[in-house]
């Protein structure tokens, strides 16, 4: 089974302060994602990449920035975070660019931040 | 523009009552649709992927259909543990990314 794992379930943060998320698959996934979610708003994809090193920005990637080192690891960065990013953050892999559109992408359990 | 509309926003059934639920789609060249189940505080699970018209799959009580412009996910005699929200998201050709609809919250009484 893919496991994607995300470092913390709950996160609480001062405004101001710089925040990493960190999300690893065991899967050999070339693809990885951030995603938040709102209600209301639904999923929001924040960036991908495809590949390491390679990064592309989603629908709303202000005030965010990411990092892929290492395949199996993709990390979300809040520089100086705000409270209006409290939300949950989702991380997802699927399998290969080059499988096109027919690649499921797998969910982690999700990170609650909160922002004060 | 992609977009998916899922209905209802919200499903309330008694455990064994059969329905349905909705996702209509517009995109430009279908590479897959794909429906996950969440559970509130967890990310979505992922459940199915139809690629083309007149695809059927199933898995346990739940069957996902799909036609040109709408997918529908049927639910077979439910129970309390199939409560989540459902979530329905599109590939089109040449995106590099999924779009979600807003997702039907389905609640099954005992």
């Known amino acids: 089974d893919v496991k994607v794992t995300q470092s913390s379930r709950y996160l609480v943060k001062r405004t101001g302060e710089k925040v990493f998320l960190e999300c690893v698959q065991d899967m050999d996934h070339e693809n990885m994602f951030w995603y938040r979610q709102d209600p209301g708003l639904g999923l929001r994809l924040i960036y991908f990449s495809y590949d390491v090193k390679m990064k592309e920005k989603g629908d709303i990637p202000e005030g965010y920035s990411v990092s892929r080192e290492k395949k199996e690891r993709f990390s979300l960065i809040l520089e100086s975070a705000s409270t209006n990013q409290t939300s949950m953050y989702l991380c997802?892999?699927?399998?290969?660019?080059?499988?096109?559109?027919?690649?499921?992408?797998?969910f982690g359990p999700g990170t609650r931040l909160t922002v004060l | 523009e992609d977009q998916v509309t899922q209905s209802p926003e919200a499903l309330r059934l008694q455990e064994g009552e059969s329905s349905s639920l909705n996702c209509s789609y517009t995109v430009s060249g279908l590479r897959g649709l794909f429906w996950y189940r969440q559970d509130p505080g967890k990310g979505p699970e992922f459940l199915f992927t139809l690629y083309s018209a007149g695809e059927e799959k199933e898995k346990e009580r739940l069957k996902a259909t799909l036609t040109k412009k709408e997918s529908f996910l049927h639910i077979t005699a439910p129970k309390p543990e199939d409560s989540a929200t459902y979530l329905c998201?599109?590939?089109?050709?040449?995106?590099?990314?999924?779009?979600f609809g807003q997702g039907t919250r389905l609640t099954i009484n005992p």
């Open positions: 997802a892999s699927s399998l290969s660019r080059l499988a096109g559109g027919r690649s499921e992408q797998f």
């Open positions: 998201a599109v590939r089109g050709w040449g995106a590099q990314k999924l779009v």
